[in-house]
């Protein structure tokens, strides 16, 4: 049995979870009236719509720029990332744009990992992230999984806030519907 937090990297595993968060969030939220994909857990938070234009910005200036970075040897430090780009980028895309938007560079990017052939020693090759410091490239790919997840949980839990009030005494058990600490 392997417990939270012990699993080392696996590349495969990883490729794994990227490959699939396109397809789980189109069948999550495609076709879903504006009450679900618009929702938000208040001021300052992100709908569901939200958070796939922060994910396609992910795609085109993140993950893969700050592998090729690594692998590049560079030492300055990766290029800073607008978490709020989405809000200027998605404007007037509907969300299934969006949805085949992120598919689409999604492919393209996992394809792009791949073919990297990546070793054991790329993995433990250092970048310098502008906030944390000296990263390596296997916690950039690790991140970027978990990122994946960290969103995936984010929409179910907004989306659940949703009905937050209407499932009345089952809200005790309703744990998602509680705000995160």
Same mark, same amino acid.
């Given at each position: 049995?392997?417990?939270?937090?012990? /699993?080392?990297?696996?590349?495969? +595993?990883?490729? @794994?979870?990227?490959?699939?968060?396109? @397809?789980?969030?189109?069948?999550?939220?495609?076709?879903?009236?504006?009450?679900? #994909? *618009?929702?938000?857990?208040?001021?300052?938070?992100?709908?569901?719509? +939200?958070? #796939?234009?922060?994910?396609?910005?992910?795609?085109?200036?993140?993950?893969?720029?700050? $592998?090729?970075? #690594?692998?590049?040897?560079?030492? *300055?430090?990766?290029?800073? &990332?607008?978490?709020?780009?989405?809000? =200027?980028?998605?404007?007037?895309?509907?969300?299934?744009?969006?949805? /085949?938007? &992120? @598919? +689409?560079?999604?492919?393209? =990017?996992?394809?792009?990992?791949? %073919?990297? =052939?990546?070793?054991? @020693? +790329?993995?433990?090759? /250092?970048?310098?992230?502008?906030?944390? %410091?000296?990263?390596?490239? %296997?916690?950039?790919? $690790?991140?970027?999984?978990?990122?994946?997840?960290?969103?995936?949980?984010? #929409?179910? *839990?907004?989306?659940? /806030?949703?009905?937050?009030?209407?499932?009345?005494?089952?809200?005790?058990?309703?744990?998602?519907? *509680?705000?995160?600490?």
């Amino acid at each position: 049995m392997i417990l939270m937090n012990q /699993k080392p990297f696996n590349f495969d +595993d990883a490729v @794994a979870i990227l490959e699939r968060t396109p @397809a789980s969030l189109k069948a999550l939220l495609s076709g879903l009236p504006e009450t679900w #994909i *618009r929702a938000t857990e208040g001021e300052g938070t992100w709908s569901p719509y +939200d958070v #796939i234009g922060h994910l396609i910005h992910g795609e085109r200036t993140d993950w893969i720029p700050r $592998a090729r970075h #690594i692998l590049a040897g560079e030492t *300055r430090p990766f290029e800073a &990332f607008d978490r709020m780009a989405q809000f =200027n980028e998605s404007q007037g895309k509907s969300l299934g744009e969006l949805l /085949k938007m &992120f @598919a +689409d560079l999604r492919r393209e =990017n996992v394809a792009a990992l791949v %073919g990297m =052939n990546l070793t054991e @020693a +790329d993995l433990g090759r /250092k970048g310098l992230h502008p906030e944390l %410091g000296d990263v390596t490239l %296997g916690q950039l790919l $690790a991140t970027w999984v978990v990122h994946d997840l960290v969103h995936v949980a984010q #929409i179910a *839990r907004t989306m659940a /806030k949703v009905y937050g009030e209407a499932t009345g005494p089952w809200t005790a058990y309703l744990s998602i519907l *509680r705000d995160r600490v």
